[in-house]
């Protein structure tokens, strides 16, 4: 049964007509006070973020280029923001994060415009390292290592004459350590050592500035080993090769003495 008032005059209201009543009286009494979800300015915040990044707040930086990578559904400005994260890493000097979240950044856009300076970027991280051959023989490994995969995944990249010319310092400083390496046997006597790493390195790096040296130094190890043949074969190809160079004088000297 519908349950009901009566009023003054008599009149049954019902308690469903009494609430629609006080819903529509609420509605009109005025404005809202819920506000309605305010719209994320990407570009806004992007800009503020940079701004941060320029007076060297990387902590501060990097919050807000995150808040923009997590809120910014039209896509524009998160992978700007994931770049810029790793950018911040390598101001602050802290190049195994940099790396990191350039990594990051080509696995999650790896056909965006920007995708090639990432992959440039980590290898130039690697190439930075270098110090010598002594010391820097990995981080030239590893920077050739990049750059060669930056030239085969991003062929049209901007950086293609620069880069030439890194691999092919990260190539000598890497043939200068095996040099190195081998002359450390063949004065310590470890002849077969020093052939091993020396004609290792002769067929890594075929284009190594120093072969003369390399030459004589394989043909003097067999020598000292009394593989004649073997002698003769290095220092007649040093003599061949290398006709003015200043090794092949000695070179032929040691034919002679071979020959009696």
Do not use: W
Request: aromatic content about 14%; hydrophobic content about 35%; charged content about 30%.
């Amino acid at each position: 049964m519908e349950k009901v008032f009566i009023n003054s005059s008599g009149s049954k209201i019902s308690i469903l007509l009494i609430l629609s009543l006080c819903i529509i009286l609420f509605s009109c009494s005025g404005k809202s006070k819920v506000k309605p979800t305010e719209t994320f300015d990407a570009e806004k915040v992007f800009a503020s973020a940079n701004e941060q990044l320029e007076k060297k707040n990387y902590d501060e930086a990097r919050a807000i280029f995150l808040e923009v990578k997590n809120r910014d559904f039209s896509r524009k400005y998160a992978p700007l923001a994931q770049l810029k994260i790793a950018d911040s890493y390598v101001k602050e000097d802290s190049p195994e994060m940099a790396i990191s979240e350039y990594q990051k950044f080509i696995e999650s856009y790896p056909d965006h415009q920007y995708a090639s300076y990432a992959q440039y970027q980590i290898a130039m991280i690697y190439f930075n390292q270098i110090e010598g051959p002594e010391r820097g023989y990995s981080g030239a490994a590893k920077a050739l290592e990049e750059f060669e995969k930056l030239k085969k995944t991003y062929p049209r990249n901007p950086y293609k004459e620069e880069v030439e010319l890194k691999i092919q310092k990260c190539r000598n400083i890497m043939a200068d350590y095996e040099f190195l390496v081998g002359e450390f046997y063949f004065k310590k006597g470890s002849y077969n050592a020093a052939i091993g790493r020396f004609e290792g390195l002769l067929k890594s790096f075929p284009d190594y500035k120093d072969e003369a040296k390399v030459l004589f130094l394989i043909g003097s190890s067999y020598k000292k080993l009394k593989q004649k043949e073997k002698a003769k074969t290095f220092f007649s190809l040093l003599a061949e090769k290398y006709p003015n160079n200043k090794l092949a004088k000695d070179a032929r000297k040691e034919l002679s003495k071979l020959e009696k």
